[in-house]
Structure formats: structure tokens, C-alpha cells
């Protein structure tokens, strides 16, 4: 019997981070571990980063939203002679075969601006990401601490 307790215990730590991960494929769009990181209390926004990757056809986000949120942008952050520089985007395209990888520190994220919460570790809520001639398509976003998102992300990738 503490054999079998043991492998059980191994099988679900082996399975716990394909548990945490979650993705969605759907008319040519697949998108992968959608998360966002806490924000303090009275924070007036949060951000949220995904995979996404498109089969067929490139793919544009041309927009997002959610109801945990006034509005929701595209935004892209950059560093320019040490000053970090975050401007919206108005699409973000994606080519077949690459893979738009959204992560804390840089490059391309979603901005939750008007937070009607603070977004706290353990919350989900839906994200509808709006897509030129792909129509819409709702995610779940889980709130991660950055690490233990970029983690369950990156492991999507083999």
C-alpha cells in the first residue's frame, strides 16, 4: 500500500504542471496558457500575456476585452537608452507557423486598463480576444505570479 500512495503521489506531481496549463485551438488560432500577474490593491491596471500561434492563414488581434476591466489594448513595451517605452499597438499579427510569445519585461501583452479588482493569485476570469476576418474567440486568464506563468507557459513548447 505505501507503494502504491507513493506513485500515486509521483504521478501527480509529474502532472501538475500539465494541469496548470490550458490552451485553446479554434479556427486556425490556437492560443496557449493565458495568465496575468497580481497587481496590488487599487491598482488602476494589470497586464495579461498568452501564446498565440496560427495555422493556415496569418492571424491579426486587432483587439481584446474582458469584464474585469474598463477597456483592454495591445500594448508593446521596449527599452530605449534605459527608459522603458510601452506604446499601443493597433493589431498584432501572427504568421503561420510562429509562435507570439507574450511575456512580463517586454515585448507585446495585453494592458487591463480601469480595474474594476485587484487581480489576485488564484483568480480566472474571461478574455475575448477579437481577430480581423477570424471573428472572436474567449479565453480564461488565470492570475500567476510572473514565474509560475512564463513556467506553465513555456512548458506548451517541446
Known amino acids: 500500500m505505501p507503494r502504491l500512495l507513493a506513485l500515486s503521489l509521483l504521478a501527480a506531481l509529474l502532472l501538475a504542471p500539465a494541469a496548470q496549463a490550458h490552451e485553446v ?3 486556425g488560432v490556437r492560443i496557449a496558457h ?4 497580481p ?3 487599487g491598482a488602476p491596471s494589470g497586464a ?3 501564446d498565440i500561434s496560427a495555422e ?3 492571424v491579426s488581434l486587432v483587439g481584446a476585452s474582458s469584464p474585469i476591466s474598463e477597456a483592454v489594448e495591445i500594448h508593446a513595451m521596449s527599452m530605449d537608452n534605459g527608459i522603458m517605452r510601452m506604446r499601443r499597438l493597433e493589431s498584432l499579427d501572427v504568421s503561420p507557423g510562429v509562435t507570439v510569445k507574450m511575456r512580463p519585461g517586454g515585448g507585446a501583452h495585453f494592458m487591463l486598463i480601469g480595474l474594476k479588482d485587484a487581480l489576485k ?4 476570469f474571461p478574455l ?5 476576418n477570424r471573428g472572436s474567440l474567449e479565453v480564461e486568464v488565470r492570475v500567476q505570479r510572473a514565474g509560475a506563468g512564463v513556467s506553465a507557459a513555456d512548458g ?3
Open 25 to 27: 485551438n479554434d479556427n
Open 34 to 37: 493565458p495568465f496575468a500577474t
Open 39 to 41: 497587481t496590488p490593491p
Open 48 to 50: 495579461a500575456y498568452l
Open 56 to 58: 493556415g492563414d496569418s
Open 121 to 124: 493569485v488564484g483568480d480566472k
Open 128 to 132: 475575448t480576444l477579437e481577430f480581423a
Open 156 to 158: 506548451h513548447h517541446h
